[in-house]
């Protein structure tokens, strides 16, 4: 496996690599105490119950999203992860600031840019890569080729590194950004995968150009899908621009229940043959451009929304949600957490990934800027 692929669920392909703890049975064991937000490796609050390693170890512990491995947990074993800039967050239209006059956002993706897809044990997450001309089989070798965004906020530009994509157990969750979400989930009815946002659309949203799909007299459940990409002006690798200020960029796109969506059938066709974490199967090439609906963004600066948490993303949301069907968002819960062979956890998801997102953070002061 290379570097940065298949090795994580989320944002941070390169450092979301998962060891377990210790253990008799093989199993990651709970903790078994509260988060310690802003906690420090040299100073925790609580000394560590002997069963969970300390930071000093050459393995980080499982994270994820049950609730003993849960987002409440992650900043124990990732400091970041109780940082000032934290991503999600709840996306407020009326408080965001009109960036003006910028340069447009640009962006390209070859058709073909995503070959391979792998179950990462917390979802499903595309891998960028081509046909190699030579072995004629997909390299991602190739992958600086395939795809890059800039302009708008952006001073550099970014190349696609990987999309994946959040959800949730049921309707009433799942929302990673929200769009003033805070008391809605509970209100929904739709069925309830889930990518990323969930939240209601006043009408001073619907008003903007290019905001027709945000019409809505009530509320509306909404998923996300992940683009993310790295400064490969200012860095050699993604490795190394995920560990600096500004140096990814990821793409969040919302997803409603609507019309079947042409790329997501083509990662469900495939599911059956990636059941376990870290299986990794090629599959008919999907158009990153597909997910992207153009139009309006909310733009600020945040995190990775998996551990490690690092604060080095620019975040660019567009407020038009693309569409799938009810059928396809539900059919990613059926993908399996463990790898094949190993025991189911015995969790109360039951070994699937059933939920993979993280609740919105707080602002702590950061600006939203509202880009045409
Ligand atoms: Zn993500």
């Known amino acids: 496996m290379k570097k940065g692929e298949g090795g994580g669920g989320g944002e941070g392909g390169r450092v979301t690599k998962i060891s377990t703890f210790p253990s008799d049975s093989g199993r990651p064991r709970a903790l078994h105490r509260p988060p310690l937000r802003g906690a420090t490796a040299r100073a925790?609050?609580?000394?560590?119950?002997?069963?969970?390693?300390?930071?000093?170890?050459?393995?980080?512990?499982?994270?994820?999203?049950t609730k003993t491995t849960g987002p409440h947990t992650w900043s124990v074993y990732y400091p970041a992860a109780?940082?000032?800039?934290?991503?999600?967050?709840?996306?407020?239209?009326?408080?965001?600031?009109?960036?003006?006059?910028?340069?447009?956002?640009?962006?390209?993706?070859?058709?073909?840019?995503?070959?391979?897809?792998?179950?990462?044990?917390?979802?499903?997450?595309?891998?960028?890569?081509?046909?190699?001309?030579?072995?004629?089989?997909?390299?991602?070798?190739?992958?600086?080729?395939?795809?890059?965004?800039?302009?708008?906020?952006?001073?550099s530009t970014f190349k696609l590194e990987q999309i994946h994509a959040h959800w949730g157990k049921h309707d009433a969750e799942g929302s990673e950004h929200r769009v003033e979400g805070?008391?809605?989930?509970?209100?929904?009815?739709?069925?309830?995968?889930?990518?990323?946002?969930?939240?209601?659309?006043?009408?001073?949203?619907?008003?903007?150009?290019?905001?027709?799909?945000?019409?809505?007299?009530?509320?509306?459940v909404l998923r996300a899908i992940h683009l993310v990409h790295w400064d490969s002006d200012k860095f050699g690798s993604f490795a190394e621009a995920a560990g600096a200020e500004g140096g990814l960029t990821v793409l969040g796109v919302f997803v409603e229940v609507g019309d079947e969506n042409s790329e997501f059938a083509k990662i469900i066709q495939i599911l059956d043959s990636i059941p376990h974490k870290g299986d990794t199967t090629d599959l008919e090439p999907v158009n990153p451009s597909n997910f992207l609906p153009g139009g309006q963004y909310w733009t600020y600066e945040g995190s990775l929304t998996t551990p490690p948490c690092s604060e080095t993303v620019n975040w660019i949301l567009f407020k038009n949600p693309i569409t799938a069907s009810s059928e396809q968002l539900s059919a990613f819960r059926a993908m399996k957490s463990q790898a094949a062979g190993e025991e189911c956890s015995h969790d109360e998801f039951e070994g699937r990934v059933l939920r993979n997102f993280r609740p919105p953070m707080p602002l702590c002061g950061r600006t939203v800027r509202e880009c045409a």
């Open 182 to 220: 805070k008391a809605y989930p509970c209100e929904v009815s739709v069925e309830g995968f889930f990518l990323g946002a969930l939240g209601r659309f006043r009408s001073r949203a619907s008003s903007c150009d290019g905001c027709g799909a945000f019409e809505s007299s009530g509320l509306k």
């Open 82 to 155: 109780g940082g000032q800039k934290q991503s999600p967050i709840d996306l407020v239209p009326e408080k965001a600031e009109q960036a003006g006059e910028i340069a447009p956002l640009s962006y390209h993706y070859r058709s073909d840019a995503c070959t391979r897809v792998t179950n990462t044990g917390q979802g499903w997450k595309l891998l960028i890569g081509t046909t190699d001309p030579v072995v004629g089989r997909p390299s991602t070798n190739l992958r600086s080729l395939l795809g890059e965004v800039q302009g708008g906020p952006l001073n």
């Open 44 to 65: 925790p609050p609580v000394p560590p119950a002997p069963s969970i390693p300390s930071r000093s170890q050459s393995s980080m512990p499982v994270w994820g999203y």
